[in-house]
């Protein structure tokens, strides 16, 4: 059974860090893409950045140049470095691995980031 554990979430002052991570357990088979996406109240889920397989990153635009995403294969783990934090991001994010034939999620962090 797959299960994605997220940690590194909590509170945090505008302008200041956090790092999330996410470790899959269990096999999982066709991995496209890891990722990390977010939802605020009120909200739709959204996606914050994504990385392939081969490396390749994508960021929203409200995070690009603030956030950076990096993967360990071996581990099938990911990261989510950010920087910069702003009330905005303020959200429970949400781990994601994109595989064939399933994807699977996260139970999600709570982010926020105080004024």
């Known amino acids: 059974q797959v299960q994605l554990v997220e940690s590194g979430g909590g509170l945090v002052q505008a302008g200041g860090s956090l790092r999330l991570s996410c470790a899959a357990s269990g096999s999982i088979f066709g991995i496209i893409s890891m990722g990390w996406y977010r939802q605020a109240p009120g909200n739709q889920r959204e996606l914050v950045a994504g990385?392939?397989?081969?490396?390749?990153?994508n960021y929203a635009d409200s995070v690009n140049g603030r956030f950076t995403i990096s993967r360990d294969n071996a581990k099938n783990m990911v990261c989510l470095q950010m920087n910069s934090l702003k009330p905005e991001d303020t959200a429970v994010y949400y781990c994601?691995?994109?595989?064939?034939?399933?994807?699977?999620w996260g139970q999600g962090t709570q982010v926020t980031v105080s004024s």
């Open positions: 994601n691995v994109r595989a064939v034939p399933s994807s699977y």
């Open positions: 990385i392939t397989v081969d490396g390749r990153p």
